[in-house]
């Protein structure tokens, strides 16, 4: 048992790739863990961190073992736990990684139903721009648009968006209404920053159209401000203005045509998730299939 317990605390310096840090998290003196790396060390026979003063990194037999081991500790943890489950609610703080614009639209409602659900489960929200690294940075879930890129981590479908075009009445009537995508050229469009454009369909027709105009932006809540504002067309799901839309601040442009569906996942990091992670997601996608966008 205390070669398990040993495991796990060399990966958790391997997670963070500094002791202080490791033994901070631990709830331990930095001293003693680096004793018990070291005495781990001698019993395999081999040296598994290269340390300096300035940082650690791991050997090659670290490497390996490291592997092994993070399988080995999350195995070990998710048994302990599915049987804790057998006498208690999910409990403990749960870390999600989420676009600000889609937390704030979407999730929010959404949390506050799952923390009545669950008493027991705390949540942290990092709505960074930056992507947050789910090992690294300790996050549990992390929630993306668009199709994830290849990598290890494990990608659950949560929904997916069908985004149309509106804009101001105001907008409309000193600039006028396009008839086809075409013709959006020739109007203020607030897009996102490095944007390749709107690829819009309508049944079996594609079009795609290099947009352009005075806002670039990457925040859905100032666009509808701008849109409102007369500051041209934007490119949004319909539930994530329905408060402008029943006020007619906004109004269907091209209504016949509708973005490319973009995709929205859930990233984890592994398949064996702790009970608090395995319901939040079950729940998510329960909750967000069942969105009109």
């Given at each position: 048992?205390?070669?398990?317990?040993?495991?796990?605390?060399?990966?958790?310096?391997?997670?963070?790739?500094?002791?202080?840090?490791?033994?901070?998290?631990?709830?331990?003196?930095?001293?003693?863990?680096?004793?018990?790396?070291?005495?781990?060390?001698?019993?395999?026979?081999?040296?598994?961190?290269?340390?300096?003063?300035?940082?650690?990194?791991?050997?090659?037999?670290?490497?390996?073992?490291?592997e092994?081991?993070?399988?080995?500790?999350?195995?070990?943890?998710?048994?302990?736990?599915?049987?804790?489950?057998?006498?208690?609610?999910?409990?403990?703080?749960?870390?999600?990684?989420?676009?600000?614009?889609?937390a704030?639209?979407?999730?929010?409602?959404?949390?506050?139903?799952f923390?009545?659900?669950?008493?027991?489960?705390?949540?942290?929200?990092?709505?960074?721009?930056?992507?947050?690294?789910?090992?690294?940075?300790?996050?549990?879930?992390?929630?993306?648009?668009?199709?994830?890129?290849?990598?290890?981590?494990?990608?659950?479908?949560?929904?997916?968006?069908?985004?149309?075009?509106f804009?101001?009445?105001?907008?409309?009537?000193?600039?006028?209404?396009?008839?086809?995508?075409?013709?959006?050229?020739?109007?203020?469009?607030?897009?996102?920053?490095?944007?390749?454009?709107?690829?819009?369909?309508?049944?079996?027709?594609?079009?795609?159209?290099?947009?352009?105009?005075?806002?670039?932006?990457?925040?859905?809540?100032?666009?509808?401000?701008?849109?409102?504002?007369?500051?041209?067309?934007?490119?949004?799901?319909?539930?994530?203005?329905?408060?402008?839309?029943?006020?007619?601040?906004?109004?269907?442009?091209l209504?016949?045509?509708?973005?490319?569906?973009?995709?929205?996942?859930?990233?984890?990091?592994?398949?064996?998730?702790?009970?608090?992670v395995?319901?939040?997601?079950?729940?998510?996608?329960?909750?967000?299939?069942?969105?009109?966008?």
């Amino acid at each position: 048992m205390e070669l398990l317990n040993d495991m796990a605390l060399f990966v958790e310096v391997c997670k963070v790739m500094n002791f202080r840090r490791a033994a901070e998290s631990l709830d331990m003196q930095s001293s003693t863990l680096s004793r018990r790396i070291s005495k781990l060390e001698k019993e395999i026979g081999l040296r598994l961190l290269h340390r300096t003063t300035r940082k650690v990194e791991l050997t090659e037999a670290g490497q390996i073992y490291y592997e092994r081991c993070k399988r080995i500790v999350d195995e070990a943890r998710i048994a302990h736990e599915q049987l804790g489950e057998m006498l208690a609610q999910p409990s403990g703080w749960l870390r999600v990684s989420v676009p600000v614009d889609f937390a704030t639209i979407f999730l929010a409602p959404v949390l506050v139903e799952f923390a009545s659900a669950y008493p027991g489960i705390n949540i942290e929200l990092d709505m960074t721009p930056k992507h947050a690294d789910l090992v690294s940075d300790h996050v549990d879930v992390a929630i993306r648009m668009g199709e994830p890129p290849d990598s290890t981590l494990i990608a659950r479908k949560l929904m997916q968006f069908q985004s149309q075009l509106f804009a101001a009445p105001g907008y409309l009537a000193r600039v006028g209404e396009p008839d086809h995508p075409s013709q959006l050229v020739h109007h203020n469009c607030v897009d996102f920053p490095k944007s390749e454009g709107w690829r819009l369909q309508k049944v079996d027709e594609v079009v795609e159209v290099k947009v352009g105009g005075r806002f670039m932006l990457n925040n859905v809540g100032m666009m509808k401000r701008l849109a409102t504002l007369n500051q041209g067309i934007i490119q949004i799901p319909a539930s994530a203005i329905a408060e402008e839309l029943e006020l007619q601040l906004l109004v269907p442009v091209l209504p016949d045509w509708f973005a490319v569906p973009l995709p929205v996942y859930a990233l984890t990091e592994t398949r064996l998730l702790p009970a608090k992670v395995r319901v939040f997601l079950d729940f998510l996608r329960d909750r967000l299939d069942s969105v009109v966008v």
